[in-house]
């Protein structure tokens, strides 16, 4: 089917350990986006991408690294976590259109301890 | 840089009734865009409505409509004849055109609770 997915879609890792968390959409959107979802605060942007190899940093990149070798794919991945990354990860995807909506994936519970 | 404000963590309506869901947001964007959407219980994230900084009327949407106020910057949305299917989390968004090179960022929500 056609949309945005996420994998893994839950994840409970240790302190220190890398994990990456997939994100591909089959609709050849030009921009994709990571956020981190947490209680009081919303959702906040980690990271972002207007196409492929061009990637810029959001409002709380720290800790997070990301790539985007092919338009379709976009993977976040923290290089070592951390219990304050523990948290509900979201990524969308939106087409380069001055009204585009912003579609997004089911999201990917972490947990880190 | 962009910021998006929603001062009320929680709100109750009755059914039936019409709600104001407050957004203000800062930006030094000419241009920019405003969204909400809504997160029910079920975490998925649904796209609600649309209003470009420069669109002369409020965009509207079924029950829903912006109340877009550019000189006080401010994007509410307004509900109207609320269902018990709205309970659910309400998040303001931005979009920045020309600076902010298309970040969109958003702001805490507003959790809604319908009473019947």
């Known amino acids: ?113 | 840089a962009q910021k998006i404000t929603q001062t009320q963590p929680g709100m109750f309506v009755q059914e039936k009734e019409a709600v104001t869901l407050d957004c203000t947001y800062d930006t030094s964007d000419q241009s920019y865009g405003l969204f909400w959407y809504k997160q029910p219980s079920s975490g998925e994230m649904i796209f609600l409505i649309y209003q470009g900084s420069y669109d002369e009327q409020n965009a509207t949407e079924g029950r829903y409509s912006l109340n877009f106020q550019k000189a006080r910057k401010s994007a509410n949305l307004v509900i109207s004849a609320s269902q018990l299917g709205d309970s659910a989390m309400y998040f303001c968004a931005m979009r920045g055109i020309k600076t902010s090179y298309d970040k969109v960022i958003f702001g805490p929500g507003t959790s809604l609770s319908v009473i019947p």
């Not at chain 1, 959702?43 to 092919?70: F, H």
């Open chain 1, 1 to 113: 089917d056609a949309g945005i997915t996420q994998s893994p879609r839950y994840k409970i890792t240790e302190t220190g350990r890398q994990v990456t968390l997939m994100c591909h959409q089959t609709w050849s959107h030009s921009y994709m986006f990571w956020y981190r979802q947490d209680l009081g605060h919303g959702l906040r942007l980690i990271y972002y991408s207007a196409a492929a190899d061009i990637t810029d940093k959001g409002e709380v990149p720290d800790g997070y690294v990301v790539s985007r070798s092919k338009t379709e794919n976009f993977p976040l991945t923290l290089e070592s976590a951390t219990r304050s990354q523990t948290s509900v990860y979201f990524c969308a995807s939106r087409q380069r259109v001055n009204t585009g909506e912003l579609f997004f994936g089911e999201g990917s519970r972490l947990t880190v301890l």
